[in-house]
């Protein structure tokens, strides 16, 4: 089976080669401002701005998840944990970059 990569907006995953993970072996979920940098085949958006920005980029990515379409979704929930409960529905193995932790 195809393992998840789900890619946070922390500083840390600047450091990390994303085109290093190979399609056919990683399926690679990421969060809002991602496709500038890079395009997941997963995208989760959860805000009104940065969907009309994607939307109006005219970049497109395979499977993108919008606040609507996310029925798991609570107040208070953030785009990388909603990236990794998508990845959830569908992997058995997860691993996550970019998920740093504030002090």
């Known amino acids: 089976m195809v393992k998840a990569l789900v890619v946070g907006n922390g500083e840390s995953r600047r450091q990390i080669d994303l085109n290093l993970f190979k399609r056919n072996e990683w399926e690679i979920y990421g969060c809002n401002a991602l496709y500038r940098e890079f395009i997941p085949d997963h995208l989760i958006i959860l805000d009104s701005p940065m969907r009309e920005e994607f939307e109006q980029s005219g ?3 395979a499977n993108v998840h ?3 379409d996310i029925p798991e979704y609570e107040p208070m929930m953030n785009s990388g944990l909603i990236a990794l409960i998508v990845a ?3 992997h058995n193995e997860i691993h996550m970059i970019g998920f740093d932790l504030e002090r």
Do not use: D, Q, S
């Open 66 to 68: 919008y606040l609507e």
């Open 88 to 90: 959830m529905r569908t």
């Open 59 to 61: 970049i497109k990515v």
